[in-house]
């Protein structure tokens, strides 16, 4: 039953436009069955005419016949068009939905789970879950609908002919459901493996230089041939099953024909069915026959498709990044609009009794108290592991669960809430992300409806305008491979240019020049040395040059 709760709510994932999507199929189906209807239904008159010799009677049965078939083919068309457009809106609603909730998740997921298995996610369980809207529920209901339209056309021609022959049918579907239940658990293990093999991939890729520098014995290709030789199993086992049912259908096709045949004679024989009628019917019942094959073929992997609906479900009722703001309507009318800075406030940031431990236990912090004076250039130092990259997360509310406050230019976070908190912070990373668009773009990136001067304004404050007007296209050179198309102090300069863009009053280096060389750390240097004017800089470092670059340095 399970999956069949998961299929409805999938369903319902389209709102009021499932009704419409639902009429889609309904129509589309049943005047592309009322085709076949018409030919059968000519095909009678055809032995009727050739029995009694009545050849007039073509003249007006052939108009009539085309005339209806022409009339069910156009309104099909018309609601194959709805159908197709309704399905293809809902794939992509869903798939906007895991987007923007891969958007809401807390860095604690992102931490916690691989690449791999988050990409897998995003892409491979949510292009296979929609298929219930592009194509599986529509091959489920489309044989339940033709077969009544032709058994109600069969049963006007002979009902106990029709009656035995649908019995046959029935045992079919029957057989053919019981081969759900082991197609399910194939689609599960299938989707488990192919996120070890986008995990084991995602680990090539990223590791490439690694790889050709110390996997001589070529490890990681092997954990990945290894994941997909699972996988291929997996895809066997479902071919198998595909096979059997294929199989079972085409002997079952063929035991049907038969059985008609003597059902046929026996009606014939006993005078019950006239040639006309047995011609209809036979017609009817091939398409008939068809469906219920296909019914049988296509539940199964309807139910494949609702196992992998189970995973998107899973991974949107993921807990979400909460923002703590509890703002009450006086302290939001004490707050300063956008910044919610106190007034003489001399503190940037305010640390008081913080205690903070990771999921392993890990106790980082145990009643931490600390201040960072405003409008200064503060380096904040200390031994490796002592916090202080841990202590930035905490000012930019990637982990609510500590205790203690914060406080940002004397509000605290508890009060301001993520979405103002981390307008007041511009963060430079030790390793900064950059897309995979221009280089405008991606400074750009610090606020949005900046314009083109002010973007290059930003580059020029950071060091970077000289470098980006010698690359090829200058500010509209497209970034490649995740950045490493520029060298490391490239980037962080282009990093440095789009958080001075954001213009928030507190810029956050975490080790932002560890990694480069000396004429890149000066440049660097010069940059942050830009930004003294009514800003506050908080550098972790532990680099002498840039602790002695520093108004203040605090140990952590």
Do not use: W
């Not at 891969?102 to 298995?117: A, C, F, N, Q, R």
Request: aromatic fraction near 10%; proline fraction near 2%; include cysteine.
């Amino acid at each position: 039953m399970k999956h069949n709760d998961t299929f409805l709510r999938y369903m319902k994932m389209m709102g009021n436009r499932l009704p419409g999507y639902l009429l889609a199929i309904v129509m589309m189906t049943a005047f592309s069955a009322l085709f076949d209807v018409a030919g059968s239904v000519f095909v009678k008159f055809i032995f009727d005419i050739a029995q009694s010799g009545d050849i007039m009677k073509l003249y007006y049965v052939l108009p009539v016949n085309m005339i209806a078939a022409l009339f069910s083919i156009m309104i099909a068309v018309i609601f194959m068009n709805l159908y197709n457009n309704e399905a293809k809106r809902a794939s992509v609603e869903v798939k906007q939905k895991v987007f923007a909730k891969s958007m809401l998740l807390p860095m604690k997921y992102y931490d916690t789970h691989h690449s791999g298995e988050i990409i897998s996610s995003l892409v491979f369980d949510t292009d296979k879950a929609s298929e219930i809207y592009t194509s599986r529920l529509r091959r489920v209901l489309a044989p339940i609908i033709s077969v009544l339209v032709y058994v109600l056309a069969m049963i006007l021609l002979n009902p106990m002919m029709t009656l035995v022959l649908i019995i046959l049918n029935v045992l079919l579907l029957l057989v053919n459901a019981s081969l759900s239940k082991p197609m399910k658990r194939v689609a599960k293990y299938m989707t488990k493996q192919n996120a070890v093999m986008v995990e084991k991939l995602s680990n090539l890729i990223a590791g490439m230089e690694i790889c050709k520098l110390y996997d001589n014995e070529h490890r990681t290709e092997k954990q990945y041939i290894h994941a997909n030789g699972f996988f291929i199993k997996a895809q066997k086992r479902k071919m198998c099953l595909s096979s059997l049912l294929e199989s079972f259908n085409v002997g079952f096709d063929l035991l049907c024909a038969l059985m008609f045949l003597v059902v046929g004679i026996y009606f014939l024989n006993n005078h019950m069915v006239t040639i006309g009628e047995v011609a209809a019917i036979y017609t009817m019942y091939g398409a008939l026959s068809f469906r219920f094959l296909q019914l049988g073929k296509y539940y199964p992997e309807l139910i494949n498709c609702a196992a992998y609906a189970e995973k998107v479900f899973a991974f949107l009722e993921q807990e979400e990044e909460t923002d703590t703001g509890r703002r009450t309507a006086m302290a939001e009318e004490e707050a300063v609009e956008e910044t919610g800075t106190e007034t003489g406030n001399p503190y940037a940031v305010e640390v008081e009794n913080l205690t903070f431990a990771y999921d392993d236990g890990h106790k980082v912090f145990e009643h931490k108290t600390l201040v960072i004076p405003k409008d200064k250039n503060v380096a904040l130092t200390g031994t490796s592991g002592c916090g202080k990259s841990t202590l930035a997360k905490l000012m930019l509310g990637f982990y609510p669960d500590y205790t203690g406050d914060i406080r940002i230019l004397g509000k605290s976070l508890e009060m301001l809430g993520l979405e103002k908190a981390r307008k007041m912070i511009a963060y430079v990373p030790q390793e900064p992300y950059l897309f995979e668009t221009s280089i405008l773009e991606n400074i750009r990136y610090g606020r949005a409806d900046a314009t083109d001067e002010e973007v290059m304004e930003a580059a020029k404050r950071a060091n970077a305008n000289e470098f980006i007007l010698m690359q090829k296209n200058g500010y509209h050179t497209v970034i490649s491979n995740r950045g490493h198309s520029l060298s490391g102090g490239e980037r962080q300069r282009v990093a440095i240019a789009r958080a001075i863009l954001k213009d928030a009053p507190i810029i956050l280096f975490d080790e932002a020049t560890s990694a480069l060389d000396n004429e890149s750390e000066q440049l660097i240097q010069e940059a942050i040395g830009k930004l003294k004017e009514n800003k506050t800089v908080i550098m972790i470092a532990h680099r002498k040059a840039t602790i002695e670059s520093a108004d203040v340095e605090i140990g952590i």
